[in-house]
């Protein structure tokens, strides 16, 4: 009768039934993850509060994750708590919601900025449920993904509608997001304003404006949705890519205007800054543009 049952949904008799994903939410403001379960080891990305991640397995503290861009890495598992119901609702997925508008926001034990250190940090664009009015005018109450109360300033946030997906920006947006970031440390994975790299500035300043890019340069590069945009072309918010050869990517900026770019660079000045695409440095390695879709 079970083999029978098998066959007519498709299953072999040796085929195990397929199982729910493995999901959990981050917990903590920015965790890294890394290329194996050791923290010694090279950073290949970084997690953020309140991301759903797909938990792919487990080895001892430390769970390998793939985040919503679809990137994969090694993190301690107590920056996560993962949903044992499949069916248990996920993490700012319903009822009022609101998002982090500041580069990097504080959440509060107290609706006071001095009573007490901060309970956690949430980066830009981090969606966070509403628990209720504070008992002090400027305040909202949020609940955190661990399940913890905290409060956070109503100049940090915004309300969203979580029924529909976030507003597209136009490329001036985008490019006004990455501004934001100027002065930012550079950092070999970073994700957030704590530090960044050049993909992960590009990632987040299109995902805070409604579009999905590839979390590393040369996958940004290949990406089968985005349009090729020749030099004399170029518009605001494109994806101006760098590297020996084009199979070879290994930098990216967002394009401003008049030949400008702004990018995470280690070159010179390890920071977010603006650069030239006529600077001998970078046009001696320019492989050409992107317009993400």
């Not at 999901?23 to 965790?31: R, S, T």
């Not at 090279?42 to 309140?50: C, E, F, N, R």
């Not at 500041?102 to 959440?107: E, G, I, P, Q, Y």
């Not at 050049?198 to 300043?205: D, K, Q, T, V």
């Amino acid at each position: 009768m079970i083999a029978a049952l098998l066959l007519a949904v498709g299953l072999g008799p040796s085929e195990p039934a397929p199982t729910a994903a493995r999901e959990a939410v981050v917990v903590v403001a920015v965790e890294n993850m890394y290329s194996a379960a050791d923290e010694s080891v090279d950073v290949v990305s970084q997690a953020t509060l309140g991301q759903l991640v797909e938990v792919l397995e487990t080895s001892g503290a430390f769970a390998r994750v793939r985040t919503p861009d679809r990137y994969a890495g090694w993190l301690l598992s107590t920056a996560i708590r993962e949903y044992e119901d499949p069916a248990a609702l996920r993490y700012a997925r319903t009822g009022p919601v609101v998002e982090v508008a500041s580069l990097m926001a504080n959440v509060y034990r107290e609706p006071s900025v001095t009573k007490a250190r901060p309970r956690v940090q949430a980066p830009l664009a981090t969606r966070l449920e509403v628990a209720g009015e504070a008992p002090r005018e400027g305040w909202i109450a949020v609940r955190l993904p661990a399940g913890d109360v905290g409060y956070i300033q109503t100049g940090d946030v915004t309300a969203v509608d979580v029924s529909g997906p976030r507003p597209r920006g136009s490329g001036d947006e985008i490019v006004a997001t990455a501004r934001r970031f100027l002065g930012v440390p550079y950092l070999w994975g970073g994700m957030s304003a704590h530090g960044i790299d050049c993909s992960g500035l590009a990632s987040r300043a299109y995902h805070a404006n409604g579009i999905a890019i590839p979390r590393d340069a040369d996958l940004q590069f290949e990406d089968p949705a985005a349009i090729k945009v020749e030099r004399p072309n170029l518009q605001a918010g494109d994806l101006v890519f760098f590297g020996s050869a084009p199979d070879r990517i290994t930098h990216v900026g967002l394009y401003v205007a008049d030949g400008r770019f702004i990018d995470a660079t280690t070159y010179e000045t390890p920071v977010v800054r603006e650069d030239r695409l006529d600077d001998p440095h970078w046009s001696s390695i320019y492989q050409g543009a992107r317009r993400p879709r």
